[in-house]
């Protein structure tokens, strides 16, 4: 495979979730996710950026089918697996493994780390027997932890370790991509750091894609190419991590930057700050037309008229907003 | 400056079946008028339990063991606790970590800034009321007057946060302790409670004790900065000495190991190595010892001082002897 190739493509991808509400069960439908696309290339890395409730967590359990999509179509490698079936599923799940947040409830507490790494590759029927033990040692290895920890218990780790864990089980089966679901959000900021270094090592290793979904805006530019922003379910804004950092278009993007409190304070003094007004609006019942017009300072009447689509407006800049559109636009026209 | 708050070699300790734990081994720094300080370290390093020892709301089985916290003039650590009541949210406000779990989901919203209020300023239920629509609209609820009425689970996370400040600042305290007031916050809210925070500092001089893990937050909010370390401190000083020029090996460490948004190059981070220690069974020496990449005999033999390296700068590291080799920071 080349470097450019396609790993991913998520099209349209919508994931509604029914709330059954009230006593003669009336339906609400959470729209956690609605029509966001995006591909991910061989080897890359996609940051997936938003606040909490924003779907990018939905996003990044979707993509590899732990949810059943609403509507859209992803295709991982070039084949089509929104509709498989679980059984179909199985397969490719040797291909695609995800790391969770809490490092705590994601082992098993009556297991031993043992029987936790090799759990996928008995699964998967990838080894057995002796040779079962020998490849937990390997990976045990490959994360940074001693062998003889292999008989310990999870409550016997830090957090640090822990998540060691769930990334050597995670690389059990071999995979190409990895979604990280905020794997560091848990950690102390020194030890985010090994674990980071961590994955990293292991991609330039192991030739491994990743999706990487944080709220952490300076970590997220630190270890992706390009970078996603969500916001109640829609992708804002998608770029280059070095252009949507120094060029960011959309209004919210702009309010998220200016937001990254800065380990710097003569810089944090000089800083001119976009405070964003309210609250996120519920998912239940999204503001109508552009999502974000409810806290934006530029909101204008086509804002609530129309949902603005994703446009190109750089080599590898995509972003969703009237106002960023009209303007760019108008350089065109006036003068 | 006068000093409102004054910690001198305080040390607490939880006696647990294992064995005791300690906490806070011997730190001892002051708060003066109008000033915030910030408090930074790792989980596990005793910056909550250093807040608690203050406000004497240490959970059993922790006790003060040693060491003494003046308030106004006032001894803290032996006072009755009928006398610290009126201390404690009157003089002394404080804002809890987590917005989700410090408010009560029975009482409503107003119910819970009155109660201070009256408790303590003795004004009666239509004057409090009052107080709290205008406490609710300083940290910026909009339509005050129809949220007191509400219940804690109608709020969001960042409104709630606000509702807490609202509750802390309603006796205008002399000093407010904010045990990571933003970390279950989004950053856009994060920035707005920053903002709240800056301005309350200025417009009714209140002092603050920020605790927190976020370097940037402290960056942005603090004058003068404390880093913790199993315990104990490992540097201290205004925000300026401890950011632009670190003494500690730990401080280097913590600094190099978050990216940095402006940086135009990628760097790789540079992790600090190895495991926070256990505080049941501190180490003879320095704390930082088994992770420091400078460690010599003596770190692992004997506790360092806290050296004087400026007006307001210390830094508890053998490096920092007059005998000891000199080092670049760096790696």
New interface residues.
């Given amino acids: 495979m080349g470097k450019d190739d396609i790993l991913l493509k998520v099209d349209g991808l919508v994931k509604h979730f029914e709330l059954s509400q009230g006593f003669w069960g009336r339906k609400a439908v959470v729209q956690a996710v609605d029509d966001v696309s995006f591909h991910i290339c061989q080897g890359e890395t996609l940051g997936l950026v938003g606040?909490?409730g924003c779907g990018k967590t939905t996003v990044g359990r979707t993509v590899i089918k732990l949810y059943e999509p609403t509507a859209g179509a992803i295709v991982f490698d070039g084949r089509d697996i929104t509709g498989l079936k679980e059984k179909e599923m199985r397969s490719l799940r040797k291909r695609m493994q995800i790391i969770f947040q809490d490092p705590y409830a994601s082992l098993n507490a009556r297991m031993t780390v043992g029987d936790i790494i090799s759990e996928p590759l008995i699964i998967h029927s990838l080894a057995r027997g002796p040779k079962l033990r020998e490849q937990a040692v390997k990976l045990l290895q490959k994360v940074g932890l001693s062998p003889n920890y292999i008989n310990r218990y999870p409550h016997e780790f830090?957090s640090?370790?822990r998540q060691r864990i769930g990334i050597a089980r995670a690389l059990a089966v071999n995979p190409d991509f990895i979604v990280c679901d905020e794997p560091i959000s848990a950690l102390?900021?020194?030890?985010?750091?090994?674990v980071?270094?961590l994955l990293?090592d292991l991609q330039q290793e192991m030739g491994l894609t990743y999706l990487f979904i944080t709220?952490d805006?300076?970590?997220v530019?630190?270890i992706s190419k390009r970078i996603g922003v969500m916001y109640l379910g829609k992708l804002v804004e998608l770029a280059e991590s070095?252009e949507l950092?120094q060029r960011p278009l959309h209004p919210y993007t702009r309010?998220?930057?200016?937001?990254?409190?800065?380990?710097?304070?003569?810089?944090?003094a000089q800083k001119q700050?976009v405070?964003?007004k309210?609250?996120?609006p519920s998912p239940i019942n999204p503001p109508a037309g552009c999502r974000f017009r409810t806290r934006c300072q530029f909101a204008r009447d086509i804002c609530s008229r129309s949902n603005p689509e994703m446009i190109q407006v750089g080599l590898k800049h995509m972003v969703a907003c009237h106002i960023v559109i009209n303007r760019l636009t108008d350089r065109f026209f006036n003068k | 400056m006068n000093n409102i708050l004054e910690v001198k070699n305080l040390s607490t300790s939880f006696f647990t079946h294992a064995g005791e734990i300690k906490a806070v081994r011997d730190i001892s720094f002051n708060v003066g008028a109008g000033e915030a300080i910030g408090i930074v370290g790792e989980s596990g390093s005793g910056k909550s339990v250093t807040a608690l020892s203050i406000m004497n709301l240490l959970p059993y089985p922790g006790r003060i063991i040693r060491g003494s916290v003046c308030f106004a003039g006032t001894e803290l650590t032996n006072l009755k606790e009928r006398k610290m009541q009126l201390v404690r949210g009157n003089e002394m406000g404080m804002i809890f970590q987590d917005p989700m779990t410090s408010l009560n989901p029975v009482y409503t919203v107003g119910n819970q800034i009155m109660e201070p209020l009256i408790r303590h300023q003795k004004l009666n239920r239509g004057e409090a009321r009052n107080k709290a629509i205008e406490m609710l609209s300083l940290v910026g609820i909009p339509g005050p007057e129809n949220r007191l009425n509400l219940y804690p689970h109608e709020f969001s996370g960042g409104m709630r946060q606000r509702v807490m400040i609202a509750m802390a600042l309603c006796c205008k305290p002399k000093l407010l302790i904010a045990d990571e007031p933003t970390t279950a916050l989004d950053v856009t809210i994060q920035a707005q409670i920053i903002e709240l925070l800056k301005d309350l500092e200025v417009n009714i001089n209140t002092s603050i004790i920020l605790i927190t893990h976020d370097l940037g937050v402290v960056a942005e909010l603090c004058n003068r900065v404390i880093v913790m370390y199993a315990g104990s401190v490992a540097e201290k000083g205004t925000t300026r000495d401890v950011f632009y020029n670190p003494r500690h090996p730990y401080t280097w460490g913590l600094l190099k190991s978050i990216p940095n948004a402006n940086a135009e190059q990628k760097e790789r981070l540079i992790p600090i190595d190895g495991q926070p220690p256990d505080l049941m069974h501190t180490p003879a020496g320095c704390p930082f010892c088994p992770r420091c990449a400078y460690a010599m005999q003596i770190c692992a033999e004997d506790q360092p001082p806290l050296y004087r390296l400026g007006e307001q700068h210390r830094a508890a590291c053998w490096l920092l002897h007059p005998s000891a080799p000199r080092v670049e920071r760096g790696r």
């Fill in positions: 606040e909490s830090s640090g370790q102390d900021v020194s030890i985010q750091a090994q980071v270094n990293e709220h805006l300076s970590m530019k630190h070095s950092y309010a998220l930057l200016s937001a990254i409190p800065v380990p710097d304070p003569d810089a944090a700050r405070i964003l309210g609250d996120l």
